[in-house]
């Protein structure tokens, strides 16, 4: 019999969200259920387990020494560091224990939870990289966070096979950015966004292959262009002396200007680059992608963000690279199988069901937690194959009795406040909005705002070595930060001033520049076509459907 679409309504939100046919034979295929909630609110809950920005001292309880760790000084779990974590001074399966039949199943996976150490950071292979989190394979970085394979970046988030960039957002293969989004393949440049191949160039937005250019919007392979307007190299050099932006109010006038500037010019309804039968935002290489945003390389995949390589998955955010079979998974890894509700699995696994933590090159696990070479485990426990499936199947018959089947981790379970992680910044909540859906909240520690102890000059040839020893207090927010010695050589060699905002209000201002994850029906503002994008109806730009855009560009 040929199983139809549905219509079900969110347990959550109350929004009415399609369940397809396709949908329904991907879920037969892993054999569960359909899910009670909507896909943003189930994003939201996947993304509630992410703490990416938040840093905090601990201390590893092997070693003892004092490590940087995501988790707050209040949680009740023991942390070890990198080093112990990986070592064989621990065992995980110390940790094990029996089913209990009589308790739900979340239930005693928290106590397992609760009891086993934590990672305090999750990094691997990096050099003189203290202060990262989610950063692998990189060098001489500071606050950088999902980084990897770069080399002396600072205040950097998801950035790959880079170096020094500062305060940039989504960036791969660049060197000597500053506040740059989204862009690719750029060199020596400032404030470009959705940019690829450019370089010496400041304040472009869809620009590619462009030279020495300056307040532009979607220009091709241009050199010499001031605000659209193609200028000779003398006039164009002249123009670029007198604009003093190593002065951080001129810096911000026209930050001003090329906002006003690119409203002026039209806006592809959304960043999709070589794909076909897609939807969703900032696509590359993909097929039969739906309802996706910031992946690449992806086939027959539904409901993803920040996910890569991969096929045959649904509800995967951060991770990919040829993962299939996988659903309802948060923070994933390399040549993932068949990985179902579950979190931080990383790297060659396969048949993983309800596990967390650090899973690595593991099969046949079930509610399992920072197991690694491991098979037939239940709760930390070992069983003999056929005592592993027969167990399972029990344990699942359980969890339907009691409504767990089905469902990812409940939100009790995140050892995360909602406001440190990434789910705060693609859905955003107040404190009383997320406590009152069930979320923890973490109010900020008083001590981190104090009185500025030094006046920031206008220009970087005013500012003293002396400014690292002193204590800054961000303009918008209040909270302290530093300025560290690296950072004000890339200052002074990019000719750029002190910022007066503390790096998460630089972040959350990044950000604010991109689209949000949701998509709205509305027409071409060119040739009425239907187009479904990322810029909401109420937006002032005009956005046009793919074919008006490059009729538009120069």
């Not at 305060?167 to 959705?194: A, K, R």
């Not at 990383?346 to 650090?358: A, V």
Request: proline share 4%; aromatic share 14%; with cysteine.
């Amino acid at each position: 019999m040929t199983k139809k679409s549905m219509k079900k309504v969110c347990a959550f939100s109350g929004q009415e969200f399609e369940i397809t046919e396709a949908d329904l034979k991907f879920y037969e295929k892993l054999n569960v259920p359909p899910p009670t909630l909507c896909p943003d609110e189930r994003m939201r809950r996947r993304l509630a387990f992410r703490n990416e920005r938040n840093l905090y001292k601990r201390e590893c309880a092997l070693c003892e020494k004092s490590v940087i760790s995501i988790y707050s000084p209040e949680k009740s779990f023991s942390l070890l560091c990198p080093d112990c974590w990986w070592s064989d001074k621990w065992d995980p399966f110390e940790y094990g224990r029996d089913f209990d039949f009589n308790c739900p199943f979340f239930e005693q996976f928290s106590e397992l939870s609760e009891a086993i150490p934590h990672m305090a950071v999750n990094v691997v292979g990096n050099e003189n990289c203290e202060y990262v989190s989610q950063t692998g394979y990189s060098k001489n970085c500071y606050l950088v966070f999902n980084t990897d394979f770069s080399e002396d970046c600072l205040y950097t988030t998801t950035v790959l096979y880079s170096k020094d960039c500062v305060d940039s957002l989504n960036l791969d293969h660049c060197e000597l950015c500053f506040e740059c989004i989204d862009s690719s393949h750029c060199y020596n440049s400032q404030f470009l966004q959705n940019c690829q191949n450019c370089s010496d160039s400041l304040f472009l937005k869809n620009c590619i292959g462009c030279h020495h250019c300056f307040g532009s919007v979607n220009l091709r392979n241009k050199e010499y262009y001031f605000f659209n307007t193609s200028l000779s190299r003398p006039e164009w050099e002249e123009k670029i002396k007198n604009i003093n932006l190593n002065s951080l109010s001129e810096q911000q006038q026209w930050k001003q200007k090329f906002e006003e500037q690119k409203l002026e010019f039209p806006h592809k309804f959304a960043e999709i680059k070589n794909c076909e039968n897609v939807t969703g935002d900032y696509l590359r290489n993909c097929k039969n992608t739906y309802h996706c945003f910031d992946c690449f390389g992806n086939e027959d995949v539904k409901h993803c963000a920040t996910f890569f390589d991969s096929k045959d998955c649904q509800d995967y955010c951060v991770g990919g690279y040829n993962a299939s079979w996988c659903y309802e998974m948060a923070s994933g890894g390399y040549n993932v199988f068949r990985c179902v509700f579950s979190s931080h699995v990383w790297t060659n696994d396969q048949d993983i069901f309800y596990s967390l933590q650090g899973i690595t090159s593991s099969k046949d696990l079930f509610g399992c937690v920072s197991l690694r070479n491991a098979q037939y485990c239940i709760l930390n426990k070992q069983y003999s194959k056929e005592e592993y499936f027969r167990l399972r199947e029990k344990i699942v018959e359980h969890m339907k009795k009691t409504g767990e089947w089905g469902e990812f981790f409940p939100i009790t379970l995140s050892p995360f406040a909602y406001n440190e992680t990434v789910a705060q910044e693609y859905f955003p909540l107040t404190k009383k909005e997320a406590l009152s859906r069930g979320y923890q909240w973490r109010d900020p520690d008083g001590k981190q705002y104090q009185a500025q102890t030094y006046t920031i000059p206008e220009n970087i040839e005013q500012v003293l070595d002396s400014v690292c020893e002193q204590l800054l207090a961000c303009r918008e927010c209040g909270k302290n930060y530093k300025i560290q010695k690296a950072e004000l050589k890339f200052y002074r060699k990019m000719n750029i001033p002190i910022p007066q905002e503390c790096p998460d209000c630089r972040h959350h201002n990044r950000m604010k520049l991109r689209n949000p994850r949701k998509l709205w029906q509305r027409e071409c503002d060119q040739c009425g076509t239907e187009i479904q994008t990322t810029f909401a109806p109420d937006r002032p730009e005009e956005v046009s459907c793919e074919k008006c855009y490059l009729n538009s560009i120069n």
